[in-house]
């Protein structure tokens, strides 16, 4: 079936470090994926996206890594700060029938030790 | 430029009774999904609208129902509640297909 997990549920890493999170998604048809950031009491917030004619992908201290050929997806998030704990989530997109369909992964939380 | 808005932020009702969640989206945004997000789960979506038609729907019962009108806004209802319908109900609007979603903060749900 469609589905897209998560290895870690939790990952604490020491301020200032590099953090990864890692996303396995099971749709080899999914040509669109997206991390976002969930903070407690507020919405998910999009970081940033790939498509799949796309490996890697970089923004303001995060990367996004795409590979295709094992369905795996990474967030990395250089010198990571307080304000970067909270949930994060994989998304995938898929187009089927007209219309798009988005799985989201479990989430896994990260914890930034001061 | 205006946010996801979702009213009420919090609801509280009794078993039995129904309920009615609205969305605003993003300006220019024709796409509106919602999904339910509970302790332990990710988030399950529920359906999606786009130019006032469903496009899509998840696998929850013929209580959750939904509709959009033509300026985009949304709005979900559930009836007959039961305690399990507890849970943060999200709503996010995009531009279109493989477009990212914006999301708003959400309306907690209790259902006692």
């Known amino acids: 079936g469609e589905s897209v997990g998560l290895h870690l549920p939790t990952l604490s890493v020491q301020e200032g470090d590099n953090s990864i999170i890692n996303c396995a998604y099971s749709n080899s048809a999914s040509d669109y994926f997206i991390w976002y950031k969930q903070e407690s009491g507020k919405g998910p917030q999009f970081i940033i996206d790939i498509r799949s004619n796309m490996d890697k992908r970089q923004g303001q201290r995060v990367t996004v890594l795409l590979n295709k050929t094992v369905k795996h997806l990474s967030l990395q998030i250089a010198a990571t700060q307080p304000g970067d704990s909270a949930v994060y989530f994989c998304?995938?997109?898929?187009?089927?029938?007209?219309?798009?369909?988005?799985?989201f992964g479990t989430g896994t939380k990260l914890q930034v030790i001061p | 430029k205006a946010g996801v808005t979702q009213t009420p932020r919090y609801l509280i009702k009794t078993r039995g009774q129904q309920v009615t969640l609205s969305c605003s989206p993003i300006?220019?945004?024709?796409?509106v999904s919602w999904y339910q997000q509970t302790p332990g789960q990710g988030l399950q979506f529920l359906f999606e609208y786009f130019s006032e038609t469903q496009r899509n729907k998840g696998n929850f019962p013929g209580r959750f129902s939904g509709r959009q009108f033509s300026n985009s806004r949304s709005e979900m209802n559930v009836s007959t509640l039961e305690l399990g319908d507890s849970a943060l109900y999200l709503c996010?609007?995009?531009?279109?297909?493989?477009?990212?979603?914006?999301f708003g903060d959400g309306t907690r749900l209790s259902i006692l």
């Open positions: 998304a995938e997109n898929i187009r089927s029938g007209g219309y798009q369909k988005v799985t």
């Open positions: 996010a609007s995009s531009l279109g297909d493989n477009q990212p979603q914006h």
């Open positions: 300006s220019g945004h024709r796409s």
